[in-house]
């Protein structure tokens, strides 16, 4: 039995399909596939993540060396990374909408304050997270992370740049349409095409 063999004989017997195991490490389950077909071997970080969502040890999946008699696996006692990445994603929709709504109330710098502390608050809980949490959670934690932080946390900081440019409120925590309106549709252009960009790198990343 070699380690396709293993790694096909640990999914069933945990009773999942090979897209529930790609969700699980990170990967594409044309990736599992392979792996289990024998046309490419798990690198050394996906092995150790299957090492550690299966409960067995690397010379199991790596060599078939069974543990020794009373011997086995440390229980994973980290906590899961998908909690910092869910908290630190709230703290910064947080302070994207509420930077917006003190802006509408008061037009002043605070509102781009208020926004930049809760995204460095946010970003600070999910790197603790990344840093702490189970490294099984940590590749579906950092992708629904940044698949929707790409598009919170560029919003103000580009804003900001276009409304200096536009000529408008400087501080303003979202663009503000002043002169050309075709500058300010080219903000949207550029908003949606690097945020797209960075999606679609995200997933071949992923397919890796």
């Given amino acids: 039995m070699n380690i396709a063999d293993r790694i096909q004989q640990l999914r069933k017997a945990k009773g999942i399909s090979q897209e529930e195991l790609a969700d699980k490490i990170g990967v594409s389950r044309q990736a599992v596939s392979k792996w289990e077909s024998e046309q490419t071997t798990p690198d050394v970080e996906k092995v150790l993540l299957?090492?550690?969502?299966?409960?067995?040890?690397?010379?199991?999946l790596l060599k078939g060396i069974e543990p020794a008699p009373g011997e086995t696996p440390p229980a994973r006692e980290k906590p899961d990374a998908r909690?910092?990445?869910?908290?630190?994603?709230?703290?910064?929709c947080m302070g994207l909408i509420l930077a917006a709504m003190v802006w509408y109330e008061e037009q002043t710098a605070t509102a781009t304050a208020v926004g930049l502390i809760l995204y460095v608050i946010g970003c600070m809980i999910y790197g603790i997270g990344m840093t702490v949490s189970d490294p099984v959670t940590k590749p579906q934690a950092k992708r629904s992370f940044w698949s929707i932080n790409i598009w919170v946390l560029s919003f103000l900081p580009m804003s900001l740049v276009y409304n200096i440019l536009a000529g408008g409120r400087y501080t303003a925590p979202y663009p503000i349409p002043v002169g050309s309106m075709a500058f300010y549709g080219l903000f949207w252009i550029v908003y949606i095409g690097?945020?797209?960009?960075?999606?679609l790198l995200i997933h071949r990343k992923r397919e890796k």
């Fill in 194 to 199: 690097a945020g797209t960009a960075a999606e």
């Fill in 83 to 92: 909690i910092f990445s869910i908290t630190g994603t709230a703290f910064n």
């Fill in 50 to 60: 299957l090492s550690d969502f299966f409960d067995v040890t690397t010379d199991y």
